[in-house]
Nanobody, 124 residues
Framework: VQLVESGGGLVQAGGSLRLSCVAS????????MGWFRQAPGKERELVAA??????????YGNSVKGRCTISRDGAENMGVYLQMNSLQPEDTAVYYC????????????????WGQGTQVTVSS
C-alpha cells in the first residue's frame, strides 16, 4: 500500500486548508485511514481517523476537535480528506496520512502504512 498526501502549505492564522490522501496498491487491505501530525520536538499525535467500510467510527484528536473534518473519498479512489478550519500557529506540523488493515485506532503505533508527509505552516 502506498499513500500520497497533498494540500499542505502556508496559511495565516484563522485560515483553512484541505489535505488529501490517495492510496494505491493493495488497497483492499485497508480497514481504516487517518491523519497524524508531528511538530518538531513533539510526539506524533492523532488529528483524525475513520473506517473505510462504511461503518460508524471516527476519531478526532482533542486539539483539533470542532475545527477539523475527515471524510472518505466517495469515488473510485481509496482515500481520505482532512478539512481544517480556524488554523492556529500551534497547528504547524508535518501532517502524515496513515492506513491500517485491521483496526481503527487513536495510536499511531497501530498503523502499518504511512505517507511521506506534507508540511502545514500557520503564520500568526
Amino acid at each position: 500500500v502506498q499513500l500520497v498526501e497533498s494540500g499542505g502549505g502556508l496559511v495565516q492564522a484563522g485560515g483553512s486548508l484541505r489535505l488529501s490522501c490517495v492510496a494505491s496498491g493493495d488497497t483492499f487491505r485497508i480497514y481504516a485511514m487517518g491523519w497524524f501530525r508531528q511538530a518538531p520536538g513533539k510526539e506524533r499525535e492523532l488529528v483524525a481517523a475513520t473506517r473505510l467500510d462504511g461503518g460508524v467510527g471516527i476519531y478526532y484528536g482533542n486539539s483539533v476537535k470542532g475545527r477539523c473534518t475527515i471524510s472518505r473519498d466517495g469515488a473510485e479512489n481509496m482515500g481520505v480528506y482532512l478539512q481544517m478550519n480556524s488554523l492556529q500557529p500551534e497547528d504547524t506540523a508535518v501532517y502524515y496520512c496513515a492506513a491500517d488493515p485491521e483496526s481503527l485506532s487513536r495510536s499511531h503505533f497501530a498503523y502499518d502504512y504511512w505517507g511521506q508527509g506534507t508540511q502545514v505552516t500557520v503564520s500568526s
